[in-house]
Each structure stands twice: as C-alpha cells, then as structure tokens.
DNA sequence: TTCCAGGGAGTAT
DNA sequence: ATACTCCATGGA
C-alpha cells in the first residue's frame, strides 16, 4: 500500500493519521461480537485522526446540537475570518484561526460565522485557554479521567465534547464518546448490558442526561477496553452509513 | 412548514 | 441527584 502527500513532510503524515498504532492490533482487541466485527470488516482501514488540541476543543464546542454539513459551514466560516490564506495551486484555503487571533474577536463577528447561541461559549472559553494557556501537553500526559476533569470546566464543554477532545486530540484512546449515533448502535445491539427500565427510557426519549451518557460511556471503555475509541469510531460510522 | 442536528447550561423539583 | 426547558441556525 502507498500513501501519496505533498506540502507536509513524512513525520507530520505518520502522526495526523496514526500511523503509529498498530491498527491489525487494535482491531483484534476491539473485535468483542459480531456486531463490531461487521463494521470492522465492512471499514477496516479507518482510522482516528491526531487532531491540533485547540482545533479540536473549539470544532467541538461548536458542534453541539449541529448537522455535520452545518458544523462544516460554521467551521469554514470562523477559518475565513481569522484564519490565514493559503494558496494551493489554483485555490485559496484558510487555516484554522489561532488562539490570539480568536481572542481578539467581538461576539458578534462569531455570530455572524453562523455560531448562534454556541457564540459566547467559543468567547468565553477562548478567553481561558489564551489568558491561561491551558497546558495540552500536560493533559496529554495525565491520566483520562484528570484531564477530562480539567476540560469540563470549559463553557460550552459537556461529557460529549469533552470525550471528543480526548480521542482526537489527547491521545485518550479509550474514551468512548455517546453522540445520538452511538447513543442508538448501543440501545439496538448492545442492549443486554443494560436493565431493560434503562434502554426503554433512553430508546423512547431523545435527550440524554448526564447520568445516562456517563452510562453509555463507561460500558463502552470497560466492554471494549483500553482501544474503546476505535471502536466507537467503526460503530459510529457503521452506523451512519446504514441507518 | 416542520423537524432535527456528533449537547450543554440554567432552573425547578 | 433528577427532570424539564431553552438555546440560534441551517439543511432536509
């Protein structure tokens, strides 16, 4: 197999895409059931992106509650604003805005990327990470739990967002985080690991509390173990596609 | 037009 | 602790 790249040098490569997990590995360890081994084989090869933590910390709080396409749009807009040209060949491209960049921003010019109410949590959060700096690279090397501790503090950061910042960002392979796809691949196929008053509860309703996503959540690491990202990311996008 | 989206925060019980 | 409600915006 040959992996074809131009701009970035081979390192940057090998990290963004993971290259450095053994992914046959990980697919043997993840593969509990049938269920899991289908989307395994269906998509083998997928793998989970090392994102830039401040990219991703900010993508996700504006991800709440949004389409993929919407967020897309959002995330394009916020680029175009404050991020920097780059011209590829025949087009132009944006990067993602910079942390002192986005602090000097007014409320209103978010809004006006199409941010809505997500407007004043990016704002406020921004706001911490520039003035305190917070250290990615000390939660890179703690432990899940202190730092998803220490991202819950963030505005607009739930159990959701910061499960995602974990996985993409953090090097927390085993968070599992429960978005309404995951949240519906566990209550259909997963179902007999939790009391039947639970599954009927959160199948009938569309919102999830936080006890019931910690829920989902912890059965996801402890039934697939320490890879349980990986896992959630074949569910998920098995899930998507034949819904 | 109506519904829902890779949820989170605020408030009432 | 748990339940209920609102939140801006855009695509389907």
Not at 36 to 61: D, H, K, M, T
Not at 83 to 108: D, M, R, W
Request: charged share 25%; proline share 3%.
């Amino acid at each position: 197999m040959t992996l074809e790249f131009e701009g970035v040098n081979a390192s940057f490569v090998e990290s963004y895409f993971r290259l450095d997990d053994d992914l046959p590995k990980i697919l043997v360890q993840i593969g509990k059931d049938d269920y899991v081994s289908a989307a395994i084989n269906e998509f083998r090869g997928l793998r989970i992106l090392r994102q830039e933590p401040w990219e991703c910390l900010i993508s996700y709080i504006c991800a709440t509650y949004k389409s993929i396409s919407a967020i897309s749009q959002m995330l394009a807009n916020l680029s175009g604003k404050f991020g920097e040209k780059i011209c590829l060949g025949s087009h132009n491209v944006y990067t993602f805005p910079k942390p002192e960049k986005l602090a000097k921003a007014a409320l209103q010019e978010l809004q006006e990327c199409g941010l809505g109410y997500r407007a004043k949590y990016v704002s406020e959060t921004v706001r911490i990470v520039h003035k305190n700096g917070l250290d990615f690279e000390r939660l890179k090397e703690t432990t899940y739990e202190k730092a998803r501790e220490e991202l819950l503090k963030l505005p607009g950061v739930g159990p959701k967002v910061a499960d995602c910042v974990l996985l993409f960002s953090l090097e927390k392979l085993e968070a599992f985080p429960v978005d309404v796809w995951v949240k519906r691949v566990v209550l259909k196929h997963y179902a007999k690991h939790f009391q039947t008053e639970f599954v009927r509860k959160n199948t009938s309703q569309q919102s999830l509390s936080t006890s019931a996503y910690e829920k989902f959540s912890a059965f996801g690491r402890e039934y697939f173990g320490k890879h349980a990202g990986y896992a959630q990311e074949y569910l998920y996008h098995f899930e998507r596609v034949h819904r």
